[in-house]
């Protein structure tokens, strides 16, 4: 039964610390996304890369936040420092897309997320 | 950017009751998707519809592209239909993709 895992599924840190949260995509999935989860923003997409390559980050602080895909199967979402504003759960999510466009995804499956608090 | 409004904001049900969500954008888009939250906070994307109407059991969807509107059917509602219910779409300009702050779907037994 092929699913997204994510790392850790809690979080607890001070304001200042670096944070790093970790996800495993589906095998054979060339996209990965990264969301993030607050009640006052809402769902907002930070970030997709497609074969490992950033392809839009637009949606994420440029200053503090970092992703990453070392490897096909491993997606790192970088904070530092954190501050308590950073406070939400992070979602990272696969998929498979025909080019790099996001209106060719079919289907994202979704990990069960980080819930991260900054204290 | 583009704004995503969706409607209503709430929604009570009986079980075995049918229901349709509505998800309006200012703009085109040409990436529109619906997504459930369940109560435990698991997202699923159900559905990937530009334009046209896609069907997936009990649920279905439909977009009129033209005009900027999109609809989530779910028929013979059930307890576990209940959740969150997300649209979201990007700008044909760009990349970005925009949420609507979602439909709170409960069906009581």
């Known amino acids: 039964d092929a699913r997204v895992t994510q790392t850790p599924r809690h979080k607890v840190t001070e304001m200042g610390q670096e944070v790093t949260m970790r996800c495993q995509p589906i095998?054979?999935?060339?996209?990965v996304f990264w969301y993030r989860q607050t009640m006052m923003q809402g769902l907002e997409l930070l970030a997709y890369?497609?074969?490992?390559?950033?392809?839009?980050d637009s949606g994420m602080p440029k200053d503090r936040f970092s992703a990453e895909m070392p490897d096909a199967t491993l997606a790192t979402l970088k904070i530092q420092p954190s501050e308590p504003r950073d406070s939400a759960v992070y979602f990272c999510?696969?998929?498979?897309?025909?080019?790099?466009?996001?209106?060719?995804?079919?289907?994202?499956?979704f990990g069960p997320g980080t819930r991260l608090t900054v204290l | 950017g583009i704004q995503v409004e969706q409607s209503p904001p709430d929604l009570i049900l009986q079980e075995g009751a049918n229901s349709t969500l509505r998800c309006n954008f200012s703009?085109?888009?040409?990436?529109l998707q619906w997504f459930h939250q369940n109560p435990w906070g698991q997202l699923i994307n159900l559905f990937y519809?530009?334009?046209g109407t896609k069907q997936n059991g009990r649920l279905s969807a439909t977009t009129v592209a033209t005009e900027r509107y999109s609809l989530l059917y779910i028929s013979s509602s059930q307890t576990t239909d209940s959740g969150v219910y997300f649209c979201?779409?990007?700008?044909?300009?760009?990349?970005?993709?925009?949420f609507g702050e979602g439909t709170q779907l409960t069906v009581n037994p």
């Open positions: 519809i530009p334009s």
């Open positions: 703009d085109s888009v040409n990436n």
């Open positions: 999510a696969s998929g498979q897309t025909r080019d790099g466009h996001l209106g060719s995804i079919d289907t994202q499956y």
């Open positions: 890369f497609r074969n490992r390559a950033p392809l839009d």
């Open positions: 095998l054979g999935h060339n996209t």
């Open positions: 979201a779409g990007a700008e044909t300009s760009g990349s970005r993709l925009t």
